[in-house]
Each structure stands twice: as C-alpha cells, then as structure tokens.
C-alpha cells in the first residue's frame, strides 16, 4: 500500500517571502499521479497542482511549483510571495495510475501554513 | 453552478440514529467517492462508485452504506450512529484518474 508522508505539522512564513512544503511517498508502482491541495478554513478541498510521475517536468501553477524528485520520492511544493490568502491546510496526495481498491486518493496528514502580516 | 454539492452542510444528531447525507455532481464525472475527514484533519477515503461499480474501504463499518439513484448522486447512509462517527464528511467526483478530483465543501457530522 502506498503511503504519504509529510514532516511539518506546521510552517510559519512571512508574507511576500517564500515558503517549502515537503511530501515524500512510499510506492513500488512506477507510474502514478501527485497532488497537492488546499484546505482553507472554510475546509473547501482546493486542487494547488499536480504532476503526472512519467513526466519529468516540475509542474507550476503561477506561484505555486512542485520539485518532483521521483528517485527519492519527494514532492516537494513551494509557493512564492505568500499571501494572507494562502494561510490554510495543505495536503500531499498519490494516486494509483493503474487503480486498484478504492481507486482514491492516499493523502498525508497535511501541514498548516500560517502567513505572517 | 456548484460543481459537487453535499447537503447538510452541518448535522447535529443522537446516538443510535440513522442519518443520510445527500451528494450531487453537475461535471458528468463517471466516478464518485465518499471520504472522511477525522478531527485530526486527516482524510481516508470510504467508498468509490463507477458504473455501479462499488469499492469499499475494508475499514469502513458496514454501518456506512453508500447509494446512487444514478450516475449524478451518491448519497452516504449511516445507521446507528455512534460517538466515533463525528467528523467531516466529503463527497468528491472525478473524469479521469490523473486530473484529480473535484470536492463538495464537506458535511460536519456531530453525534451526541
């Protein structure tokens, strides 16, 4: 079974710096689909972006980018400029390419981002 | 113009009550998933339906039984409430596997 991680309970960053999400994930499959989502306090669950794993671009949605490393399974999101707006729960996800079980997402338990005024 | 709509968006309820929560998708998605968020804020999914085609989490009690009227609803009963039930329910719909999925805004289920 596949297994995301992500280490940081919590970040803290200033508005208009730059802040680094980690995510690293345990699969043996070698072709997959990653996540990143936004959960606001409104607990909306929002798409930030996504990679397909055969695909060795890192993708980027205007601020937001990912460092896909698939040897070491990381995936990593980086948002640039903070904004208050940004201030919210963000999870890792994987996706099974090829389905399986419940055919859902496996998120990891998410970190809280706070944006400092 | 909402694209996953749950209802109710809260819901307050006894123990040992049976409770459905209702899921409608306008996407034309083929699959439809049911997940829980628990108070640590850590999601799992439940249940996927494609093509009346159900797929249980083997976690999930059988107290939770999903059913879809057709392809646009999956609605999410639950007998005999209990205390462990309370948490954030959402309903999520999706085309295709690599474009993620599309999320309602989540039903916060509260037993008593």
């Not at chain 2, 409770?19 to 108070?39: A, P, R, V």
Request: net charge positive; aromatic share 12%.
């Amino acid at each position: 079974a596949q297994t995301v991680t992500q280490s940081q309970p919590e970040m803290s960053v200033q508005e208009a710096e730059t802040v680094t999400l980690s995510c690293t994930y345990d699969t043996s499959e070698s072709d997959y689909y990653l996540f990143w989502y936004k959960q606001p306090p409104s607990r909306q669950m929002i798409l930030v972006i996504r990679q397909e794993a055969y695909k060795q671009q890192n993708a980027t949605e205007n601020r937001f980018s990912v460092n896909f490393q698939k040897a070491a399974k990381s995936f990593s999101l980086k948002i640039s400029d903070s904004q208050l707006g940004d201030a919210a729960m963000y999870f890792c996800a994987y996706r099974s390419r090829s389905g399986g079980g419940a055919d859902g997402l496996t998120f990891g338990k998410g970190t809280h981002l706070i944006i400092q005024p | 113009d909402t694209a996953v709509s749950q209802t109710p968006k809260y819901l307050v309820t006894q123990m040992g009550n049976d409770k459905s929560i209702k899921c409608e998708q306008n996407l034309g998605h083929d699959t439809m998933y049911w997940y829980k968020q628990d108070s640590k804020k850590f999601l799992k999914i439940m249940f996927s339906y494609n093509n009346k085609e159900l797929i249980i989490n083997e976690t999930v009690p059988n107290r939770f039984s999903p059913k879809s009227p057709d392809k646009a609803h999956l609605n999410l009963h639950i007998n005999s409430l209990e205390l462990g039930d309370s948490a954030v329910y959402f309903c999520a719909s999706s085309r295709e596997r690599g474009l993620g999925y599309t999320f309602g805004s989540g039903t916060r289920l509260t037993v008593v």
